[in-house]
């Protein structure tokens, strides 16, 4: 099946600084692609949904200034937390839909572990 | 407004079978998926329905009544491996994925 990779798989950092995380699509074009948060325990939660070549649409309540989002290709959108505090340790997943397939189905990154310090 | 509900957790013995429930309410429908999604990982797609009916795929099966807006997930011959959380979800007429809020199924030997 499709795949959809995600880097780094874990990062910590320092409160303040920035954090970057790619999404690609690695066999198949997305011009669309989730964001996802998700908390322990907690169920994902759509953070926004990337775009190729146009600006992201976020979800009520994510801070779009916060949280940048970049689709520059069919293949490739980045997330990147500014100023990163510890309230944005989090699971970080993207997700992409191969549009070429029958049922349009949603493809999973592996995943970035967000810790900040 | 747009809801799907399904239980928060529940409990089986390996080797039996479990049905996990999941009712939505949505502007429009285009589909609804089951995803299983272990800790730490990222959620892996189990099927996909659109029409009425029963999907089989191995051990896993879904069933969808769009009528009901009503989905369950039926898993036969549970195994240890299969504890995980379960997502329903379904996708609205502007083809956003609406989530459910996961069942976390836990196996006993």
């Known amino acids: 099946g499709a795949v959809v990779s995600q880097h780094p798989s874990w990062v910590i950092c320092k409160s303040g600084t920035s954090v970057k995380i790619e999404c690609r699509s690695l066999?198949?074009?997305?011009?669309?692609m989730f964001w996802y948060r998700q908390f322990p325990k907690q169920s994902l939660m759509l953070m926004a949904t990337?775009?190729?070549?146009?600006?992201?649409?976020?979800e009520q309540g994510v801070e779009k200034d916060k949280f940048l989002i970049n689709h520059a290709s069919l293949t490739l959108s980045t997330l990147t937390v500014t100023s990163a505090h510890p309230e944005d340790s989090s699971f970080y997943i993207c997700?992409?839909?191969?549009?070429?397939?029958?049922?349009?189905?949603?493809?999973f990154g592996e995943g970035s572990r967000l810790t900040v310090l | 407004g747009q809801n799907i509900d399904q239980p928060t957790e529940m409990t089986a013995t390996e080797g039996a079978i479990v049905q996990i429930n999941c009712t939505y309410q949505t502007s429009g429908f285009n589909g609804l998926f089951w995803y299983q999604q272990h800790a730490g990982e990222a959620p892996t797609f189990l099927s996909y329905n659109v029409l009425d009916g029963l999907e089989e795929k191995g051990r896993f099966s879904s069933f969808l009544s769009r009528s009901k807006g009503y989905s369950y997930l039926l898993l036969k011959e549970l195994q240890m491996k299969d504890s995980a959380s379960y997502l329903c979800a379904c996708m609205d007429s502007n083809y956003q994925l609406i989530w459910g809020a996961g069942t976390k199924l836990i196996i006993k030997p």
């Open positions: 997700s992409a839909r191969d549009v070429g397939a029958d049922t349009g189905e949603l493809f």
């Open positions: 990337s775009n190729e070549g146009s600006k992201a649409t976020y």
């Open positions: 066999d198949f074009q997305a011009t669309t």
